[in-house]
């Protein structure tokens, strides 16, 4: 029981003189960089930070952008989700597009080494996911991936043989249905390799094809995987280098010197990690802070060179959707010219 002494006082602490009838109470107040409707978390606000120019505007409306990917012609090729159309922006700028067979929902490319076009698609959203390939003019379809299979295919990234990782955006953050799947240079078997997770989304192979990367949109974790080879885990070769903050990692690129670049889908910004998953860098695209283009959900090397493509929308916040860019840390490897990560 409490003494009477110890009451008196606590009574003393408590007690408010008329004098004092409208203390001054201790108050959270916004900031400048609060403000905001994302802003930097502050375990991220000391990386180095360059904010991305506008390079072309796609449409007045926000269309949902994904699958940035440069063809073997060094056209960038990217998707309208919900459109069902694949997208051609030469260098001089001309905007041409196809259509994907009806609700295939594009949402990743990559660049097969004979040149056809890969393209992913969730399908429903809930099972009739897939893979198709095409002709760079669209024509031509084939399936590599039927829809039957079960998967939500989201995005793509060949190795030096021929084969290729896709990832499978089943599930929630509370029932981890989806994986990383890897596909032979024939195509005639899918082995699963990093299976369980929580909407598996990115994927991207270390420039020496011995390091598989992947990240969940629903569980927040950016995966490391050390391969022995193409579906083989090493010993003790799988760990978690980082947690997201807020929403929530989408599509991913490696650089010539390992970096991986991390698309935020719902925050308007890029984070770089180095070779081993350290975050050391981070791009910004105009407008998050007023809570425009925050959809920033892929991007592409051009080939040869340092610069970063990124597409991005503003959904239905007015100002449409579009490509921005900057100059990486590094080029793209060579093993990914004309490839989607």
């Known amino acids: 029981m409490m003494s009477r002494l110890a009451s008196a006082l606590l009574a003393a602490a408590f ?5 004092a009838a409208a203390p001054t109470l201790p108050t959270l107040g916004y900031t400048a960089e609060l403000e905001g409707p994302v802003p930097i978390p502050p375990s991220e606000k000391g990386l ?14 926000g269309l949902q952008l994904e699958g940035a990917v440069f063809d073997r012609r060094g056209d960038l090729r990217f998707v309208d989700v919900f459109g069902d159309r694949v997208y051609r922006l ?4 001309q905007l041409t597009s196809f259509a994907t067979p009806a609700h295939f929902a594009p949402a990743g490319l990559a660049v097969h080494p004979d040149g056809r076009l890969f393209i992913a698609g969730l399908g429903n959203f809930k099972d009739t996911g897939g893979i198709i390939a095409t002709r760079p003019d669209g024509s031509k379809p084939e399936t590599i991936v039927p ?23 089943r599930g929630t953050s509370s029932d981890p249905k989806g994986g990383v799947y890897y596909v032979s240079p024939d195509g005639k078997t899918t082995t699963p390799v990093l299976p369980n997770l929580a909407v598996a989304n990115g994927v991207a ?17 950016l995966h490391k995987v050390e391969l022995s ?44 990690f180095n070779a081993t998953g350290l975050p050391i860098g981070q791009i910004l695209i105009p407008g998050r802070d007023s809570g425009h283009n925050l959809r920033s959900t892929s ?17 239905r916040g007015g100002e449409g ?21």
């Open 48 to 61: 180095q930070t360059i904010t991305a120019e506008p390079f072309f505007k796609v449409s007045d409306e």
């Open 321 to 341: 959707c579009g490509i921005y860019r900057v100059q990486a840390f590094a080029e793209a490897p060579a093993r990914h010219a004309g490839q989607e990560q």
């Open 15 to 19: 007690a408010v003189s008329p004098a």
């Open 229 to 272: 080879d193409a579906t083989t885990i090493a010993p003790f070769g799988t760990s978690v280098p980082y947690h997201f903050i807020g929403p929530a990692p989408d599509s991913m690129r490696v650089d010539a010197d390992g970096n991986l670049y991390v698309a935020i889908y719902g925050q308007g910004r890029i984070l770089v």
């Open 205 to 221: 192979l270390s420039p020496d094809g011995r390091t598989l990367w992947a990240d969940e949109l629903s569980g927040g974790v």
């Open 299 to 315: 991007m592409a090397f051009k080939p040869g060179t340092r610069e970063l493509y990124i597409v991005a929308s503003d959904a």
């Open 147 to 169: 829809a039957g299979a079960g998967y939500l295919v989201d995005d793509i990234d060949f190795d030096a043989a021929g084969g290729f990782y896709f990832t499978d955006f």
């Open 90 to 93: 030469t260098p001089d700028l």
